[in-house]
């Protein structure tokens, strides 16, 4: 009978090979074990003097038909249109933003509500691009017709630049931080393994009453605040 070959030389056993390999793979786990990571998140905020505004401002009016309000609604807001017009706001800075119809109900003691009317009511958004304007704006759409006001926000009309300064300022805060935390641990911070961005912010609306508007509306638009958020994800050694 030929006797069987081992594959293996006779200078290195199965046994003595198995035990090897054992002795190998905890190396190779340890050289491939996670990276040494810190991760932080910083944030940058500038501040800009604003160059437009939006209104939002309303018509609401109440009457015993669903025809009636509506007309009434109508007939208020036509000129308030007009003016805005007059005033040089160009139409695509003007939109609807809602239209409604709700019943009134009265509700009677020990009987059932019924409807005692109708509310009409439209919401219009206008963009401001001469601050100048805003005040005298307002005074004149309430004198017109319009009888809600739902707020003033006041912006950029091209925040692109406010933002990337705001980007940078945050990746500067995130290396600072970095260095912070690596400088407290004792470790030495490496390169940049990975950014992710947290979202940017800008300002929103300023409320005003309209029940507290005189005739002379005194508006103050001081600054807008930008800002954003970047996550960065450093080496450390």
């Known amino acids: ?9 006779a200078r290195f056993p199965a046994l003595g090979l198995a035990a ?26 500038v501040a800009r003097a604003p160059d437009m505004a939006t209104i939002s401002l309303g018509v609401r009016h109440e009457a015993a038909t669903a025809r009636e309000a509506l007309d009434l609604m109508s007939a208020a807001m036509t000129p308030v ?4 017009a007059a005033a040089g706001i160009a139409p695509a800075d003007m939109q609807t933003g809602s239209l409604g ?3 009134v109900f009265e509700y009677p003691e020990n009987h059932a509500p019924r409807v005692t009317g109708y509310t009409a009511w439209t919401g219009l958004s206008v963009r401001v691009r001469d601050l100048a304007q805003v005040g005298a704006i307002l005074d004149a ?6 009888n809600s006001l739902d707020g003033i926000a006041f912006g950029l009309a091209d925040p692109a630049a406010a933002l990337a300064e705001a980007r940078i300022a945050a990746v ?22 990975s950014i992710g961005e947290g979202g ?13 508007m005189s005739a002379a509306v005194p508006v103050a638009a001081g600054e807008v605040q930008v800002s954003a958020q970047v996550t960065v994800v450093y080496a450390i050694d």
């Open 141 to 146: 759409v309430v004198s017109d017709g319009a």
């Open 200 to 212: 940017s912010s800008l300002p929103g609306p300023a409320m005003y009453d309209m029940r507290a």
């Open 101 to 103: 119809l709700d019943p």
């Open 81 to 84: 249109l007009e003016r805005l």
């Open 20 to 45: 090897l390999m054992a002795l190998a793979v905890p190396a190779l786990a340890l050289a491939d074990g996670p990276a040494r990571t810190i991760t932080v998140t910083g944030t940058g905020e």
């Open 1 to 9: 009978m030929t006797p069987r070959l081992s594959p293996f030389p």
């Open 172 to 193: 500067a805060d995130a290396r600072a931080r970095a260095e912070l935390y690596a400088g407290a641990a004792g470790v030495e911070l490496g390169g940049v393994l």
